[in-house]
């Protein structure tokens, strides 16, 4: 496949990954990482050509082996790349990773190239989380609008779900709760850490271990009996200890806020205060998308 991209006479054509094309990729992707995730080495890298991750396992299980190519130039320059996958369960397509250091007509010309190797069905774009970040479930909107704009273009329908936000380590202020036991946590691999009352969990968390002084807080939840009194505070003032105790010099979390107006089951805004009171920042909204035949 060749093209010419707009605004110059340079020719792209597509071909599969290579080998030695491994440097050029790593290149595009770290061009987009945001703060508070680690570069992308070449052992993250293989996992994700790979078809599989430590965040969302489940998920990538169920795809067919992914499909990854590159966007070269006349002088074999690589300067994109798209990996995609389809799942035999439901006949869906994924467009798992796209880079291209938002070149408009190259991330056209990439999400062009996905849709028609992958053919007429269902396709989602940016469903969950690959190899080459830290459980970056989505895209995130406002670090990369050129990707989005080219998939919207292209007849995707977008879907606001998280907001990813990132504190420096250690944060003064918070309290502390008592009565916190710490135990290993193999999925995501971390620390878990409960609070027990009664011989009952009240509280718990879970933390991944630090990568390139990146912390991770996966999950944190109260029991509603034991709401409303700063056990949640407490508690995330207790898993940032942890995580500064383990090497980390800040942290990240995920908060999945795209709750229906009723959903209490949901309903995150509780979560979102915690953690702007605590002094975490938000670094930008992640979105997924859908395209129908």
Request: charged share 20%.
């Amino acid at each position: 496949m060749a093209t010419t991209t707009s605004g110059s006479a340079t020719q792209v054509s597509v071909r599969p990954f290579a080998a030695g094309d491994e440097a050029a990729v790593l290149g595009l992707v770290n061009a987009d990482q945001l703060p508070g995730q680690p570069e992308t080495s070449t052992a993250m890298l293989a996992e994700a050509l790979a078809g599989s991750s430590p965040v969302d396992t489940g998920w990538w299980a169920e795809l067919a082996e992914p499909v990854t190519e590159v966007a070269c130039d006349q002088k074999g320059t690589v300067l994109g790349v798209v990996s995609y996958a389809t799942r035999p369960g439901d006949g869906a397509g994924f467009v798992l990773w796209l880079h291209c250091r938002e070149d408009q007509a190259l991330a056209r010309v990439l999400v062009a190239r996905a849709l028609e190797r992958l053919g007429p069905r269902t396709v989602h774009t940016f469903e969950f989380a690959s190899a080459l970040t830290l459980g970056l479930e989505g895209l995130p909107a406002r670090y990369r609008p050129v990707t989005r704009r080219a998939l919207e273009a292209a007849g995707f329908a977008d879907r606001d779900l998280w907001r990813y936000m990132r504190a420096p380590l250690p944060l003064s202020g918070l309290p502390r709760a008592v009565h916190t036991t710490v135990t290993n946590s193999e999925d995501p691999p971390g620390r878990r850490l409960e609070v027990c009352e009664g011989g009952e969990v009240v509280a718990e968390a879970t933390i991944g271990l630090p990568a390139a002084g990146i912390g991770v807080l996966w999950w944190i939840s109260v029991a509603p009996a034991a709401r409303g009194r700063g056990l949640g505070l407490a508690l995330l003032g207790s898993s940032l200890d942890v995580l500064a105790g383990l090497g980390a010099d800040q942290v990240i979390l995920y908060v999945d806020d795209d709750a229906p107006p009723g959903d209490a089951e949901r309903d995150r805004r509780a979560a979102n205060r915690l953690y702007d009171r605590a002094g975490f920042t938000e670094v930008d909204r992640l979105y997924s998308f859908t395209r129908h035949p």
